[in-house]
């Protein structure tokens, strides 16, 4: 591999790889899943951040609930519209800043007396009933005036097959507002014109659904045909701060009603902050019957609305898995009022794409230049500071989705270390293979600790070569049985490699009854020469004890001959495939051969050449002779002190 892509190392192809694969898997996820997940991330983040921002401002928000003691109380669902008058003129006295119904009041009346005088006048022709009708309560008469009697708005929903006129409310448009995705349907269901007629408002009722079922969303504008709509929340607010209609502007997007101005998002809805902020609710029951303090209504933006399952207005929401339409409707108007306007960026997908391919790559750098109890609080920081980032943003009202970047760092960095801890406990298996037999154990630890400061490929480096030899082998195999030799050599050969692994050495082979050593190889050895003899004396002394006793006395084991010289010499792995041999190669190799040869004919134990006595100095090593050595030339070479 060229240099330019060394980096690009299996742990690093696997943490990649597998960030990527978390990245594509969450955007090729069906959309449904997608978008569940990233909307109940988004409902944590703005619970969370929900004491990050400044204080706000302070919007006075009733309710007046229908609900079940209420339903015991007056009676069954649906009230006679009467009922429904005397309780909107109840709230009305009270002097609330506007009113908005939360219910469908769909269709004329036909339960008040005067629905049904009218309804006998129709069937049987007789005018007599017609009169009378007018002489009897009227539902839709007297919640009409109940109605033009304050700052009340009316509900409507979206429907494609309804037909009812929506009453129009001034909605201005500057050049260029363009939505993106608004709410739409080719029809609506509301009150009857003579309701509709007299209300100060008019907002859609409907609320919109994620793909959970749970209710994230109010509409802020809706369209109906070629219409724009406004949702009730907004008109209720239109109602109490006085403002005749809406205006939209463009560069950017926003609303403006009154000395309001919010930004506008795209499909017309208003993400809502999962709080549990209290609202002073009433109990309609005890409003229709004088046991209520109305006090909480005056000045405040009332909505009235079911909160029985009878009236159908429950919903599933972050607020709570049975929540009052009503409750959603005014936790919309407070997050207008204080301008919280969540909303996912246009370019949202992007940032989070982006995001994660950051994250992916410094995650994965993380795992595979840190050790695991480094890279882990690293990481552990990386993806704290992202998650912060996110709310940070979501506090400013920017929703962008953290998990998918997490999630994907994160299988970026387990990856890169898995694969990073495979390949190590490879290698140090492959390297305890090589050398355990060769080095010292602490040797082969520093090695593994540190692979870096190995170089298996060849290097020219100096060392100090040491050869034994058993005197008088050949003839000892052919007096004794193999069963003998093979337990006699065991022993032998395993006090001299201890020996020279003690010593710092790396026995390089056994060749017959001979050990080959060398001393500052692989690793650095500073004082090697004088290792390499202190070595050699060691051997001497175990060998002729080793020798005098058991099966090694019995069978006359020969005395041990030693070479040792020291210069520089080509080391490195040498061989093909499997069969690698880390050994060395040079005239000090040679040189040590040669001089555990000459121990026959100089009758000494050790026998050292000049310059690796040179590096040991009078202190270590003594003159042995002065010899002529095929070309070299005359060589004086020395042996050790305490050697005999």
């Known amino acids: 591999?060229?240099?330019?892509?060394?980096?690009?190392?299996?742990?690093?192809?696997?943490?990649?790889?597998?960030?990527?694969?978390?990245?594509?898997?969450?955007?090729?996820?069906?959309?449904?899943?997608?978008?569940?997940?990233?909307e109940r991330v988004f409902d944590a983040m703005l619970r969370g951040v929900a004491g990050w921002r400044g204080a706000a401002p302070d919007t006075r928000l009733a309710i007046v609930a229908i609900d079940t003691a209420s339903l015991e109380a007056i009676g069954p669902?649906?009230?006679?519209?009467?009922?429904?008058?005397r309780l909107i003129a109840t709230v009305n006295a009270a002097k609330p800043a506007a009113v908005a119904l939360d219910m469908l009041l769909a269709g004329e009346?036909?339960?008040?007396?005067?629905?049904?005088?009218?309804?006998?006048?129709?069937?049987?022709?007789?005018?007599?009933?017609r009169v009378l009708a007018q002489t009897l309560v009227d539902g839709d008469k007297a919640l009409a005036e109940a109605v033009a009697a304050g700052s009340v708005a009316l509900g409507w929903v979206l429907d494609p097959r309804g037909r009812d006129e929506v009453a129009e409310i001034p909605v201005l448009m500057r050049e260029g507002v363009r939505f993106g995705s608004l709410w739409r349907e080719n029809g609506a269901t509301g009150p009857p014109a003579v309701l509709a007629s007299e209300a100060a408002?008019?907002?859609?009722?409907?609320?919109?659904?994620?793909?959970?079922?749970?209710?994230?969303?109010?509409?802020?504008?809706?369209?109906v045909g070629d219409?724009?709509?406004?949702?009730?929340?907004?008109?209720?607010?239109?109602?109490?701060?006085?403002?005749?209609?809406?205006?939209?502007?463009?560069?950017?997007?926003?609303f403006s009603l009154g000395p309001l101005s919010r930004p506008l998002p795209s499909d017309g809805l208003l993400r809502l902050v999962p709080g549990t902020a209290a609202v002073s609710t009433l109990r309609a029951s005890d409003i229709l019957n004088g046991g209520a303090d109305l006090a909480p209504l005056a000045g405040a933006i009332v909505f009235i609305g079911g909160f029985a399952p009878e009236l159908g207005a429950l919903r599933a929401s972050a607020r709570d898995p049975l929540t009052a339409s009503s409750l959603l409707q005014a936790d919309a108007v407070r997050q207008i009022a204080a301008g919280v306007m969540p909303g996912r960026p246009v370019q949202g997908w992007a940032w989070e794409i982006a995001a994660a391919l950051l994250v992916v790559l410094t995650a994965t750098a993380v795992g595979r230049h840190l050790r695991p109890a480094s890279a882990a609080p690293v990481l552990a920081t990386l993806l704290l500071c992202l998650i912060l980032g996110a709310?940070?943003?979501?506090?400013?009202?920017?929703?962008?989705?953290?998990?998918?970047?997490?999630?994907?760092?994160a299988a970026a960095f387990l990856a890169t270390s898995l694969a990073g801890f495979s390949e190590t406990r490879l290698r140090e298996a492959r390297l305890r293979r090589r050398f355990e037999q060769h080095l010292a154990p602490g040797v082969v630890e520093r090695i593994i600790a540190n692979p870096a400061s190995l170089r298996l490929s060849g290097e020219r480096r100096e060392i100090t070569a040491l050869f034994t030899d058993i005197e008088g082998f050949t003839q000892m195999t052919?007096?004794?049985?193999?069963?003998?030799?093979?337990?006699?050599?065991?022993?032998?050969?395993?006090?001299?490699?201890?020996?020279?692994?003690?010593?710092?050495?790396?026995?390089?082979?056994?060749?017959?009854?001979?050990?080959?050593?060398?001393?500052?190889?692989?690793?650095?050895?500073?004082?090697?020469?004088?290792?390499?003899?202190?070595?050699?004396?060691?051997?001497?002394?175990?060998?002729?004890?080793?020798?005098?006793?058991?099966?090694?006395?019995?069978?006359?084991?020969?005395?041990?001959?030693?070479?040792?010289?020291?210069?520089?010499?080509?080391?490195?792995?040498?061989?093909?495939?499997?069969?690698?041999?880390?050994?060395?190669?040079?005239?000090?190799?040679?040189?040590?051969?040669?001089?555990?040869?000459?121990?026959?004919?100089?009758?000494?134990?050790?026998?050292?050449g000049p310059v690796a006595a040179e590096r040991c100095g009078p202190q270590r090593v003594r003159p042995l002779a002065r010899v002529e050595l095929r070309g070299l030339g005359e060589v004086e070479v020395f042996t050790a002190l305490e050697a005999a």
Not at 541 to 559: I, Q
């Open 478 to 608: 052919r007096d004794i049985g193999p069963e003998q030799l093979v337990s006699v050599l065991d022993g032998y050969f395993e006090g001299v490699t201890r020996i020279v692994g003690e010593h710092g050495g790396m026995v390089d082979k056994l060749v017959g009854d001979a050990v080959h050593a060398f001393f500052n190889a692989p690793l650095d050895l500073a004082d090697h020469p004088q290792r390499a003899v202190a070595c050699a004396v060691a051997i001497l002394a175990w060998t002729e004890d080793y020798r005098a006793r058991g099966l090694a006395a019995t069978v006359r084991l020969g005395r041990t001959r030693q070479g040792i010289e020291a210069g520089i010499a080509i080391v490195g792995d040498v061989g093909v495939g499997a069969k690698l041999d880390y050994t060395a190669h040079g005239d000090a190799v040679n040189m040590a051969a040669r001089l555990e040869a000459l121990n026959k004919e100089l009758d000494s134990s050790i026998c050292i």
């Open 1 to 38: 591999m060229s240099e330019r892509w060394r980096w690009l190392s299996r742990p690093v192809l696997a943490g990649l790889l597998a960030g990527f694969c978390v990245l594509v898997l969450s955007l090729a996820a069906p959309a449904a899943w997608r978008e569940t997940l990233r």
């Open 77 to 85: 669902w649906p009230w006679p519209r009467e009922t429904l008058a």
């Open 227 to 254: 219409g724009i709509r406004p949702g009730l929340a907004l008109e209720a607010l239109r109602l109490a701060v006085g403002a005749s209609g809406y205006l939209l502007s463009a560069d950017p997007a926003r």
């Open 391 to 409: 709310l940070g943003l979501a506090a400013a009202d920017l929703l962008l989705d953290p998990l998918t970047p997490a999630a994907s760092g």
């Open 201 to 223: 408002g008019a907002g859609t009722l409907s609320l919109p659904g994620d793909e959970d079922g749970m209710v994230r969303r109010v509409p802020l504008f809706v369209a």
């Open 109 to 129: 009346d036909t339960r008040s007396p005067a629905a049904l005088a009218r309804q006998l006048a129709a069937q049987t022709g007789r005018a007599e009933f």
